[in-house]
């Protein structure tokens, strides 16, 4: 594992003829944020027709099944594994018949209180057909006594605790709704006379949309097929609460072209690069980036250094989701089959090599072995973020704190484990002058302050000693 893993990306389009279509394009756009499985739910009125399987976009959507989609509202997902195994019953969206017709539901992030609302509803009676928190929802709905749809939707939400940006699809409405806390980005958006939902503002700029807003903490928004005019509304159900927005969207989640909370991850980025330069400044003749994690905050090293940038690692774009591997072991394997060191840029150098985190430490490694290989005359590694000492339970894919190598060695002993002559981390504070700010983010990973408290079964399984902070940020 090189780095941490998002767990999913979702997309709703409302009002568009071919909605289908454009949610195919909408996940395309967001694929880099899950590749295990992806699906989607229409509605034209009447019914919901559905299709998901495991694997990429493009090759669980053809012509002919995109065809059979029929219907003007739309919501999709693309997902990576975190609460629930890799199958087929665990791929979004789900969707149920209940007393009050069809429903389907998407979600990207993780209920923190997920076993506490799982056991009530099976000891209620209800049978859970996956392993995923998402599927809550549906049951959370299905068991409300009350009139309306929304209103059910209003009440599961009461329910929950944790990070989630969710789209709901019935045959009349589509609901988007981000947690009291916003830890995980849903963007508002629109397509001439249609309205697009996406996890990333670079969904709307592949289909020739416009960004209208964030979706702010705590919001729900309505689309009503029968409104008139086709407008949206807004309704904020819960108390406010501290902004918490994930602090590694603009560290690694987010692709570059987007925008998130009116912060451009591009040059967020950079400026954390050149932020890292000020802080962990190394003479040097050649700044090479781990691509492409690493390759605009290596940027803005070099500029504030005025240290030449190179590329001299290389990434294959080729490779796919499974490999034949040679019956002989080859030394670094996988790593040599996503990377090459370029020689000529590296040999007889001191390098810096930038890449934005360190998990367990091992690919760092081998990548560093690979650049020694080539001939580098000394490696200073510079991390555009601080240690990673905590897991995330906010719908991350991560290690138990155990395996983080920062958690639980020292700097030197990072140093010779991975063979570099120097190290440094950007700190948490010039994470925040490279944004622009002190408060609204969600840092736990690096300071194991979880603004939502953990459940404890969760916390155990995690290995991790809690720090758990309120509303006025003290422990």
Do not use: W
């Given at each position: 594992m090189k780095a941490f893993h998002e767990k999913c990306g979702i997309f709703g389009v409302f009002n568009h003829r071919e909605s289908a279509k454009i949610t195919y394009l909408g996940l395309h756009a967001l694929q880099h944020r899950g590749q295990e499985s992806a699906g989607m739910v229409v509605s034209d009125g009447k019914i919901l027709r559905t299709h998901k399987q495991m694997g990429l976009v493009v090759e669980i959507f053809d012509h002919n099944t995109l065809e059979m989609l029929k219907g003007d509202m739309a919501i999709g997902h693309v997902r990576y594994s975190t609460t629930g195994e890799t199958t087929i019953r665990n791929a979004q969206p789900f969707t149920a018949e209940y007393s009050l017709g069809a429903i389907a539901v998407c979600h990207n992030g993780t209920l923190t209180n997920f076993d506490e609302i799982r056991e009530k509803l099976e000891n209620e009676g209800a049978i859970f057909a996956s392993t995923s928190d998402t599927e809550s929802?549906?049951?959370?709905?299905?068991?409300?006594?009350?009139?309306?749809?929304?209103?059910?939707?209003?009440?599961?939400?009461?329910?929950?605790?944790?990070?989630?940006?969710?789209?709901?699809?019935?045959?009349?409405?589509?609901?988007?709704?981000?947690?009291?806390?916003?830890?995980?980005?849903?963007?508002?958006?629109?397509?001439?006379?249609?309205?697009?939902?996406?996890?990333?503002?670079?969904?709307?700029?592949?289909?020739?949309?416009?960004?209208?807003?964030?979706?702010?903490?705590?919001?729900?928004?309505?689309?009503?097929?029968n409104s008139n005019p086709l407008l949206y509304k807004s309704i904020f159900p819960f108390d406010k609460k501290e902004k918490h927005l994930c602090i590694f969207e603009f560290i690694y989640f987010a692709r570059p072209d987007s925008v998130i909370d009116g912060i451009s991850v591009y040059h967020a980025r950079k400026k954390l690069g050149i932020q890292l330069a000020r802080e962990h400044y190394v003479d040097a003749d050649v700044v090479v980036p781990v691509p492409d994690s690493g390759t605009i905050s290596a940027l803005?090293?070099?500029?504030?250094?005025?240290?030449?940038?190179?590329?001299?690692?290389?990434?294959?774009?080729?490779?796919?989701?499974?490999?034949?591997?040679?019956?002989?072991?080859?030394?670094?394997?996988?790593?040599?089959?996503?990377?090459?060191?370029?020689?000529?840029?590296?040999?007889?150098?001191?390098?810096?090599?930038?890449?934005?985190s360190i998990v367990r430490g091992t690919t760092s490694h081998k990548i560093v072995r690979m650049l020694r290989q080539a001939g580098a005359k000394k490696i200073h590694l510079r991390i555009s973020s601080p240690p990673t000492r905590f897991p995330c339970y906010y719908g991350i894919d991560t290690p138990t704190r155990t395996e983080l190598i920062a958690s639980f060695k020292e700097k030197s002993?990072?140093?010779?484990?991975?063979?570099?002559?120097?190290?440094?981390?950007?700190?948490?504070?010039?994470?925040?002058?490279?944004?622009?700010s002190y408060e609204g983010f969600c840092h736990a990973c690096f300071s194991g302050q979880y603004p939502v408290p953990i459940n404890k079964q969760i916390s155990k399984y995690h290995q991790t000693k809690l720090i758990i902070c309120d509303s006025n940020n003290k422990k």
């Open positions: 929802f549906i049951h959370l709905i299905a068991k409300s006594k009350r009139g309306l749809v929304i209103d059910r939707i209003l009440e599961s939400l009461g329910e929950v605790e944790g990070a989630y940006s969710l789209l709901f699809l019935t045959k009349n409405l589509l609901v988007a709704a981000r947690d009291p806390h916003g830890i995980r980005p849903l963007i508002l958006g629109k397509l001439g006379k249609s309205f697009l939902l996406s996890s990333e503002s670079t969904s709307f700029k592949l289909l020739g949309g416009k960004e209208i807003k964030d979706i702010l903490p705590g919001e729900v928004v309505v689309f009503d097929r803005g090293f070099s500029q504030e250094s005025s240290i030449p940038f190179e590329m001299g690692l290389i990434r294959s774009h080729y490779i796919g989701r499974t490999f034949i591997e040679p019956s002989q072991s080859i030394r670094d394997f996988g790593v040599k089959l996503k990377l090459a060191a370029v020689k000529d840029v590296i040999k007889g150098k001191r390098v810096i090599v930038i890449d934005d002993e990072i140093e010779n484990f991975l063979m570099v002559d120097s190290i440094g981390y950007l700190s948490l504070e010039g994470c925040f002058k490279a944004l622009g």
